[in-house]
């Protein structure tokens, strides 16, 4: 079952901050994130796991709340690069049935 | 460190054709991914591969895609035949270990069907 990601799409003016969130209405083991740019292949972010273990790059600030099944990416005092489409993916059992939400596009302006 | 490499890059062809994409990850990567990316949408996981056997193929439309990973390296994905709905970008990805892990992921290759 697809994760669900809100918002769909967020304009950003430079060093403005932004949250992405994701949520599933089944029990997660694991969120995962990743940036896609345009015509770019998607880039690997952050993964969180059900017991508060988290990997991923140190700029990068997400969270991953148990019992609302529900993570956030913080996007803060952003910067153009930040620009792209931002994928989470959902793991339901440990190595099973992992899937990509919808998207969520952010647009950072000068 | 060498990406994980995708061939072609881009690829037309008309429906009822035959395609193959081939795909080599990273090295020493056990688990293999194919996925599908329509345009606007998320990827969608076709097949999954750890070493050389199967661990995931059940959203792959078995009556027209095949893939195999040969030696538990290299990979190939086969439509046969095409469709119109099949215009897409095709990613691979490979990850160090089992499960799901921090996935790298190919350039993608771009197919179109008319």
């Known amino acids: 079952q697809q994760p669900v990601q809100s918002p769909q799409a967020v304009i950003l003016r430079e060093g403005e901050d932004a949250v992405i969130n994701c949520s599933s209405s089944k029990a997660l083991y694991s969120v995962h994130w990743y940036r896609q740019k345009h015509g770019e292949a998607p880039v690997f972010l952050m993964i969180l796991l059900k017991g508060g273990e988290q990997k991923g790059h140190e700029k990068i600030s997400a969270s991953f709340n148990e019992k609302k099944q529900q993570s956030s990416l913080y996007l803060t005092a952003s910067q153009l690069s930040y620009s792209g489409t931002y994928f989470c993916?959902?793991?339901?059992?440990?190595?099973?049935?992992?899937?990509f939400g919808p998207g969520t596009r952010l647009s950072v302006l000068p | 460190e060498a990406g994980v490499a995708q061939s072609p890059r881009y690829k037309i062809i008309e429906k009822r054709q035959s395609v193959a994409f081939w795909c080599n990850p990273i090295s020493g990567h056990a688990t293999l991914y194919w996925y599908q990316q329509i345009l606007g949408q998320g990827p969608k996981l076709l097949i999954q591969f750890q070493n050389n056997g199967v661990v995931d193929d059940s959203q792959l439309p078995k009556d027209r895609f095949s893939a195999e990973r040969l030696k538990g390296v290299d990979s190939t994905l086969k439509i046969q035949p095409a469709k119109l709905e099949d215009s897409a970008v095709y990613l691979c990805?490979?990850?160090?270990?089992?499960?799901?892990?921090?996935?790298?992921f190919g350039p993608g290759t771009r197919l179109t069907v008319t």
């Open positions: 993916g959902t793991e339901r059992d440990y190595g099973q049935n992992f899937v």
């Open positions: 990805a490979s990850s160090p270990r089992e499960g799901w892990d921090e996935q790298y």
